[in-house]
């Protein structure tokens, strides 16, 4: 993947790991940012963190500088509750995503389940391209 000024972007994803994991590198000229871990009720994904990583290759020796950043608390399904509560409670519009985002989403993960022929097959799941 190549940007109109040449600039390269690689993306992997590997599904081959046996137990849950999150990763995300994303690298640049003079450092990055690495994400690890994703917050859930099991802590299936490990504990969630940032790292910045600050590249001085004139003075730095090929070890940069990283700053590590662990998160504990993810506030979101709070605050994402909080703000549709007031919405309908307050008889105001949802600030965040639609009915029809939601059913796009629902479709999405319904044409993924499909394309699977184990799932398909199992679960008895219909063609999503086919009208009825």
Known sequence: MRTEQGVVAMLNSSATQWRHQFSLDINM???G???RGILTGSKSYGNETMTLVTADPDRDNGDPKEELFEYNDDP???????????SVL??????SGTSQDAFQTMKLVYKIYYADPIWR????IENPEVSK
């Open 121 to 124: 097959d199992q679960f008895k």
């Open 29 to 31: 000229q003079r450092g």
């Open 90 to 95: 307050n008889k105001e519009p949802v600030q």
């Open 33 to 35: 940012v690495i994400l």
């Open 76 to 86: 979101s399904w709070d605050r994402e509750i909080a703000a549709f509560t007031q």
